[in-house]
T-cell receptor
Framework: AQSVTQLDSQVPVFEEAPVELRCNYS??????LFWYVQYPNQGLQLLLK??????LVKGINGFEAEFNKSQTSFHLRKPSVHISDTAEYFC????????????FGAGTRLFVKA | EAGVVQSPRYKIIEKKQPVAFWCNPI?????LYWYLQNLGQGPELLIR????????DSQLPKDRFSAERLKGVDSTLKIQPAELGDSAVYLC?????????????FGPGTRLTVL
């Protein structure tokens, strides 16, 4: 079985500061990893995904994430946040063998202050 | 390109009443998903369709929930009768392919309140 843990439910940060949103997962098989963002009153949209290859993945809006297999982590980072980055961020995993099921974490609310 | 469309956006009903949600996926997307999102939680899969076939409905409470995807395009999710605990946001998503690596595109959701 898979599981996803987002270690912080809320992350307040000042504008132009760096931010890291943490995600750990567990799975008995290989997985694909995703980060989605949900702005207020909107659906989730994909920020980035890791399928294979380079462990550093770059996404939209200046976000990047690093896959660490030994630590089973996929933390999301941005070097300088904007007010417009205020949103809910979800980490998700999908096993790539033995059947398809996407598991989402509980989400991290990023609040960017001026 | 139009995104995933859901209606209604909000629904308030009394317990024991029926309710239905409608989803129109992105044109050409073969896979359609219905998710349940409780407050403060991530989405949880209820059912996944590949074209008109429900390929994973293991998490759908079949005693009160039903879904259909006629002609492999639009989909409807129904609850009958609704219970207080069904209050949540119901999300519809679609993806072009049927693979695990495919990006899912989400609609804005239907917020259900059961009184």
């Amino acid at each position: 079985a898979q599981s996803v843990t987002q270690l912080d439910s809320q992350v307040p940060v000042f504008e132009e500061a760096p931010v890291e949103l943490r995600c750990n997962y567990s799975s008995s098989v290989s997985v694909y990893l995703f980060w989605y963002v949900q702005y207020p009153n909107q659906g989730l949209q994909l920020l980035l995904k890791y399928l294979s290859g380079s462990t550093l993945v770059k996404g939209i809006n200046g976000f990047e994430a690093e896959f660490n297999k030994s630590q089973t982590s996929f933390h999301l980072r941005k070097p300088s946040v904007h007010i417009s980055d205020t949103a809910e961020y979800f980490c998700a995993v999908t096993r790539n063998t033995g059947g398809f099921k996407t598991i989402f974490g509980a989400g991290t609310r990023l609040f960017v202050k001026a | 390109e139009a995104g995933v469309v859901q209606s209604p956006r909000y629904k308030i009903i009394e317990k024991k009443q029926p309710v239905a949600f409608w989803c129109n996926p992105i044109s050409g997307h073969n896979t359609l998903y219905w998710y349940l999102q409780n407050l403060g939680q991530g989405p949880e899969l209820l059912i996944r369709y590949e074209n008109e076939e429900a390929v994973d409905d293991s998490q759908l409470p079949k005693d009160r929930f039903s879904a259909e995807r006629l002609k492999g395009v639009d989909s409807t999710l129904k609850i009958q009768p609704a219970e207080l605990g069904d209050s949540a946001v119901y999300l519809c998503a679609s993806s072009l392919g049927t693979g695990e690596s495919d990006e899912q595109f989400f609609g804005p959701g239907t917020r259900l309140t059961v009184l």
